[in-house]
């Protein structure tokens, strides 16, 4: 799993990041609200584990305004806080587990995986829908508005990452490592090409644009 820890405590983050990746995991840490949220907001993945207090920017600000934003990564938020009335603001605030600390790291490891479990399951999903523009998986399929469209493999790959992130801004370092495998920017204008090709697939001879370019940022497939 790749996991993002937001925790200002250094020593606890440290923690965290070395027995997580003990466990075999993939682990970043940011240590204020701020960083968190861009970190969160930039990147894919599974977990994120988030102290309830943080400088800049609290850790339900940081959650509240990732789910404004369409993201829903599962969050385990940790909090000295924890009485009923916490623990439900925390969770009504967007996150989908609290654990008060202390606690015991076998404990945390078991709800990251139950949560990771969790969203797994809606990975398995199918059929995805973003307005009139549907992918089914299972038979290779992309319908607009009841029109067959014919993609290349790479494009459906492309198209599929996109509508599993929809509403969320889709970086071109997230494109490279889940669309094309590579770890690294290889300098090419690849990604603007593919994009360009699927744009003019989905979008030509419809109403409404719904592939969109966030300026500075990457792409986002959002419906009108």
Not at 113 to 126: G, Y
Not at 174 to 190: A, G, I, K, R, S
């Amino acid at each position: 799993m790749k996991i993002l820890v937001i925790e200002d405590d250094r020593e606890a983050a440290d923690y965290l990041q070395r027995a997580l990746s003990e466990a075999g995991h993939t682990v970043h840490v940011a240590g204020d609200g701020d960083s968190g949220f861009t970190l969160a907001d930039t990147g894919d993945y599974d977990v994120m584990v988030v102290d309830r207090m943080l400088p800049r920017r609290d850790g339900l600000s940081v959650i509240a305004g990732l789910r404004s934003r369409g993201n829903s990564t599962p969050v385990l938020i940790l909090s000295a806080l924890g009485e009923v009335d916490d623990r439900v603001t925390g969770l009504r605030a967007g996150g989908d587990d609290y654990l008060t600390k202390p606690y015991a790291f076998t404990e945390l490891l078991a709800r990251v995986e139950v949560l990771c479990r969790r969203a797994n399951i809606k990975d398995a999903e199918t059929v995805y829908k973003v307005g009139d523009l549907e992918l089914d998986r299972l038979s290779h399929t992309v319908r607009r508005a009841s029109r067959e469209i014919v993609l290349q493999p790479r494009e459906f790959k492309l198209l599929e990452y996109l509508m599993r992130h929809a509403g969320q801004v889709v970086t071109r370092t997230m494109l490279l490592e889940n669309v094309w495998d590579y770890h690294f920017d290889p300098q090419t204008n690849v990604i603007d090409v593919h994009i360009s090709r699927l744009r003019s697939k989905i979008e030509k001879g419809f109403d409404s644009p719904i592939l969109h370019t966030v300026r500075g940022a990457g792409y986002m497939l959002k419906a009108a």
